[in-house]
């Protein structure tokens, strides 16, 4: 028996394998399974050799640094929006898919702003003299329909003054321009409020911007209340002076505007904050880099000045609106004079029969809000300052060298970008205002004002310091430090 040597290691590969689940007890075999999957999820697995010294242990560690950095840089972004989920059922960051579909809606009411103001300047906004939410979705189908429909037009102040020898055929061209507005309007409030509802159902977005997009969507139903209430305004005669041009009200057309520009701005400005959070957190090492850089005190001079200067862009496309409701632009036909001077005389400018006060207390404003030869003034003088302030800021980012070396590349890049729309508004405005208000270009000038202030919130969005993407960014980085701190860890070291 001795040559035969040791049997023991020959009955232990004959012997058939049992697994050791067969000498565990239940209880025991699923604590060890919740153990492992719970270790499974908390660390990465990554495969290593069971004999270390048939490889190269350089390469193992190269690979091994690699994989881990790679699941780091994948889950962080993953982790840091996971990681509230047990207290809300809203994600911290919205998807995507939301930005993209803000963005889109955006770019709808940038198209029907500029496609109502056409329908101002062809005069077609009072040819629909009733609001039917509902039923006026449908054009008139027939020949007694469209008679019925002109015989309310020729009842409206517009018709008696201005068109009394309008046709038919004619009616017809300026009922399907405003009939194409209020439809658009209609499609531009439901393409918003179905898909908000659906992303809020499915949890697609985040607990704030849920939040927002329910005030956008108040919006836009508020919007159209305003838009038929503008339009009222210009169906009965005594809502504007006896004997003067039939027209909606400035007061009402500016509010109208306005609120399109605020519906605009809110689309714009989350779609640009959603994908900003998520591009930052697809690597948030360097997210957390550029946050901090723009947190320093020395940039908050600049990111206010970029706030200041878009409120002045919005106040004066809304002077822009007034000039619009009152035809300013149709006076005054020349630049930089205003008659024999930089303006007109005071007693133009506040002229006592604006006033409705006898002790005249309300002179100043309604000449500013009421008058054509101020309201125009003003817009030139808010046109000036906007195109000055841009220029200051310009100069302050070429010239300062605390924005040369903390100012991003991207914010540089949107620098220009606003002084570029700038030259181009200022252009527009001169032409449409020397030539008498032409349809084409008084309505490039107004898509003017919009590109100017889209692109100074593109500016904004670049230089703002979003404090909720920054805890979320520091949450990542943690987690990717903890990770690659674990990969260091399993890594064999060279024998």
């Not at 399109?260 to 880099?289: Q, T």
């Not at 809304?318 to 008659?339: K, Q, R, T, W």
């Not at 805890?471 to 860890?489: E, P």
Request: hydrophobic letters at 45%; glycine letters at 6%.
């Amino acid at each position: 028996m001795a040559s035969l040597g040791n049997p023991v290691p020959l009955f232990r590969r004959l012997a058939p394998r049992l697994s050791k689940e067969l000498f565990i007890c239940r209880q025991c075999l699923v604590r060890n399974q919740n153990y492992a999957t719970r270790a499974t999820v908390r660390t990465p697995s990554v495969p290593f050799p069971r004999s270390p010294s048939r490889i190269n242990s350089t390469s193992i560690n190269n690979k091994a640094r690699k994989a881990f950095a790679r699941y780091a840089s994948e889950s962080a972004t993953a982790n840091a929006a996971k990681s509230e989920t047990s207290k809300s059922s809203f994600p911290d960051v919205s998807s995507k898919t939301v930005a993209y579909w803000l963005l889109g809606s955006a770019a709808s009411v940038f198209g029907i702003v500029i496609f109502g103001g056409l329908t101002r300047l062809t005069e077609s906004g009072l040819s629909i003299t009733e609001w039917r939410p509902v039923t006026g979705s449908l054009p008139p189908m027939n020949a007694e329909d469209w008679e019925a429909e002109f015989a309310k037009y020729r009842s409206s102040p517009e018709f008696k003054v201005l068109n009394s020898t309008m046709t038919l055929s004619e009616f017809k061209s300026i009922y399907y321009m405003e009939w194409i507005h209020r439809l658009w309007g209609r499609f531009v409030g439901l393409s918003f409020v179905l898909p908000a509802v659906y992303f809020v159902a499915r949890k697609k977005v985040s607990k704030p911007i849920a939040l927002r997009l329910a005030g956008i969507a108040g919006l836009i139903g508020f919007q159209g209340f305003i838009g038929w209430w503008m339009v009222k305004s210009g169906l009965k005669d005594d809502l504007f002076a006896p004997g003067s041009h039939p027209r909606v009200s400035q007061y009402r057309l500016t509010a109208h505007l306005g609120a399109a520009f605020v519906c605009y701005v809110a689309m714009l400005w989350n779609g640009l904050a959603i994908l900003r959070s998520h591009r930052l957190l697809s690597d948030p090492e360097a997210g957390v880099k550029l946050l901090d850089t723009l947190k320093n005190p020395k940039l908050k001079l600049f990111r206010r000045s970029v706030a200041s200067l878009a409120l002045l862009v919005f106040v004066t496309a809304m002077s822009g609106g007034l000039v619009a409701g009152l035809d300013a632009g149709l006076i005054y036909n020349e630049f930089p004079y205003m008659g024999k001077g930089l303006a007109p005389p005071a007693s133009e400018l506040f002229d006592a029969r604006y006033s409705r006060h006898e002790d005249r207390s309300d002179l100043w404003w309604r000449n500013m809000l009421e008058n054509p030869s101020l309201v125009q003034l003003d817009h030139r003088i808010l046109a000036m300052t906007t195109f000055t302030s841009i220029m200051a800021l310009w100069a302050y980012t070429r010239r300062s060298p605390t924005m040369k070396q903390l100012l991003p590349r991207a914010a540089k890049k949107g620098v220009h970008g606003v002084v570029a729309f700038a030259w181009v508004q200022v252009g527009l405005g001169l032409s449409t205002l020397l030539y008498l208000v032409p349809t084409p270009l008084a309505s490039a000038h107004q898509a003017g004002s919009l590109f100017l202030l889209t692109w100074v919130l593109v500016l904004g969005s670049r230089v703002w310091h979003p404090s909720r993407t920054a805890k979320l960014l520091q949450m990542a980085a943690k987690a990717h430090g903890h990770t690659l701190s674990n990969a260091t860890r399993h890594v064999p070291q060279k024998l």
